[in-house]
């Protein structure tokens, strides 16, 4: 559900004048939001972390948080978003290894580690060039700055 206020008093607006003042459009932007909103607020559903994938899958208590996404075809770990997810290491042991590849500590990185450091790299340049923020939750960039150097 949603809630569009009048502009003149505040009070909520039945959805059935809604339907009948607004683009057809606007009304599915409207449920998308808040479907987003309610599966943001719910602690057992999980987003893909691929950027513009609209797949979220339940993640319950003990399972094993890797998605192999039907909808974009990506492999992920739900908790961390390593991709492709981390099979063998805890999230935990996962991230200090990539800090260890980081900073030099581990002989021999692979070239796809080196290319996942060096998006990561980009991915923060350009969150610190467009002002953007990571959600806590599911870690993708937001921005409200900027926008029109994205």
Sequence with gaps: SYEVPCPECGAPLPEALLRVV????????LTRRSLERAIGASGDLWPCPTPNCP???????????????????QEHCLRCHAT?????????EYA??????????????????GMRDDGSAQLRE???RTGS?????????L????????
């Design 55 to 73: 797949n979220r899958v339940a993640l319950e208590e003990g399972q094993t948080p890797c998605l192999a996404c039907g909808m974009c075809g």
């Design 133 to 141: 923020k990571q959600c806590p939750k599911c870690r993708m960039a």
């Design 143 to 150: 921005t409200k700055e900027d926008l029109a150097r994205q």
């Design 96 to 113: 200090a290894a990539q800090a260890r590849e980081g900073s030099g500590g581990a002989a021999g990185a692979s070239g796809a580690a």
């Design 126 to 128: 350009w969150m610190e």
């Design 22 to 29: 607004l683009p057809v459009e606007t009304l599915e932007r």
């Design 84 to 92: 492709p997810y981390h099979t063998g290491l805890s999230c935990e």
